[in-house]
């Protein structure tokens, strides 16, 4: 687990984006202490296979990553014993949208994707995973009122970063790995991983043109963009928001709007990275640097229980900035 928890973690942290952006005088790609990185994959995977907790069932589902009944289970029994936590029910939810025959018991018992809608009533994603469920039995009337419903809600909210504190919740408990500078790193990277569905069923289910797609949905649809691109709780979301509106749109002037919205999503999102890649590239200074970066990434965990990724990107940005490491 070690090494795909160091790929999560440069991914997290940005080097994708680094290296493919054209950046000048960004931050270097960091010298990864591996050997820490390996205590703490191997402190995780000891404590979840010991741990009967909410939190350690969650990461159970999270690294079935080639079993999607483990998945189930893990989700399920998470939500079972925390069911008023919505990263639990929300990845419950995801997990039950790969289509199995027969349908996992859990998913066809529990149907975590009807309750998520009602338990979190506010939330255009579950109802758009309702849509796509629509979709997927031939139901494009049901499908069209999902749409529809999911337009007129407030909120796109998939609870993804709530993974990173949930992780570091566990590993936390574990006295060998707590104080590591690098664990709350790890925490978010692997959090990080969790599927967010919804995003790519909403750009399926609306883009201009996709298949079974029509005109009788071209206002839900750009009103269900318009909504993502505004208050998504992921980068992510706000970007294919934005392509979605783009492609309902047949208006030069709209377009150059979208356009120049979606440059300074991009660039938010750009600037976190960089941010975060700067802390990680304080692991390998002196003391102090890391101290100061564990302190970082702890604030920053605890910013993601509460707060969505631009909001939480914010405050990441602003400690590196008072810290000068961008």
């Given amino acids: ?16 984006q680094a290296q493919t952006a054209v950046v000048q005088d960004g931050p270097r790609p960091p010298s990864l202490p591996e050997a820490a990185f390996e205590r703490i994959a191997e402190a995780l995977r000891d404590r979840v296979a010991r741990s009967d907790s909410a939190d350690a069932h969650f990461v159970r589902g999270l690294q079935a990553t080639m079993d ?39 998913c066809a018992s529990t149907d975590p994707v009807s309750r998520w809608a009602a338990r979190d009533a506010g939330n255009a994603v579950p109802r758009v995973l309702l849509a796509e469920r629509a979709r997927q039995r031939g139901d494009l009337p049901g499908m069209r009122e999902q749409i529809a419903f999911a337009a007129d809600l407030g909120r796109f909210d998939s609870y993804e ?12 408990a574990v006295p060998a790995v707590a104080g590591e500078p690098e664990t709350p790193f790890a925490a978010t990277a692997l959090g990080a991983m969790r599927s967010d569905i919804a995003t790519t069923e909403a750009a399926l289910l609306c883009q201009n043109g996709a298949p079974g797609v029509g005109p009788e949905v071209t206002a839900s649809c750009r009103k269900l963009a318009r909504a993502m691109a505004d208050r998504a709780d992921t980068y992510a979301a706000r970007l294919v928001g934005l392509g979605i509106a783009w492609s309902w749109s047949a208006d030069d002037a709209e377009r150059r709007r979208l356009a120049a919205e979606r440059d300074r999503v991009a660039a938010a999102s750009l600037e976190c990275a960089n941010a975060r890649l700067a802390w990680i590239e304080s692991l390998n200074r002196d003391a102090a640097s890391r101290d100061a970066a564990r302190r970082a990434e702890a604030g920053a965990l605890d910013d993601a229980a509460t707060l969505d990724e631009p909001a939480a990107c914010t405050r990441l940005v602003a400690r590196a900035k008072a810290a000068r490491l961008i």
């Fill in 68 to 106: 999607p009944g483990a998945r189930v289970a893990g989700y399920a029994e998470a939500w079972r014993q925390k069911p008023a936590e919505l990263l639990f029910l929300a990845s419950f939810a995801d997990a039950c949208m790969v289509r199995a025959i027969p349908a996992w018991s859990e």
């Fill in 1 to 16: 687990m070690a090494r795909p928890l160091i790929v999560a973690l440069l991914l997290v942290g940005g080097l994708a």
């Fill in 161 to 172: 970063l709530r993974g990173g504190p949930a992780i570091w919740r566990v590993l936390g």
